[in-house]
């Protein structure tokens, strides 16, 4: 499994990022993904989630701002992030889930990548 995360850096607080996933080894299609991300000293908080049939959910204080997508034609999930505030700043990880478990249930993830929100 690798997945390799890009799209992030430095963004005003009110822009907008979009996050890319370029995902290989296992099966894409069929394997739900999730965005999570991680600031210092912190666990990892889940962002969002997107299951094979494009159902997609997001962490309730997050929803409207964010939006996770996925291209199965590209092996490749996305979230676009709107209106980013300072506290978006993160380390940003996509994974893949094991859904029996839930869809924060982290399987595999990504190396991250950094998104800072500041003037």
């Known amino acids: 499994v690798q997945l390799v995360e890009s799209g992030g850096g430095l963004v005003q607080p009110g822009g907008s990022l979009r996050l890319s996933c370029a995902a290989s080894?296992?099966?894409?299609?069929?394997?739900?993904m999730s965005w999570a991300r991680q600031v210092p000293g912190k666990g990892l908080e889940w962002v969002a989630g997107i299951y094979s049939d494009n159902a997609a959910y997001y962490k309730r204080s997050l929803e409207g701002r964010f939006a996770i997508s996925r291209d199965n034609a590209k092996n490749t999930v996305y979230l676009q992030m709107n209106s980013l505030k300072p506290e978006d700043t993160a380390t940003y990880y996509c994974?893949?889930?094991?859904?029996?478990?839930?869809?924060?249930?982290?399987?595999?993830r990504g190396q991250g990548t950094q998104v800072t929100v500041s003037s």
């Open positions: 080894g296992f099966r894409f299609s069929t394997t739900a």
């Open positions: 994974a893949t889930v094991n859904v029996d478990r839930g869809i924060d249930a982290y399987v595999s």
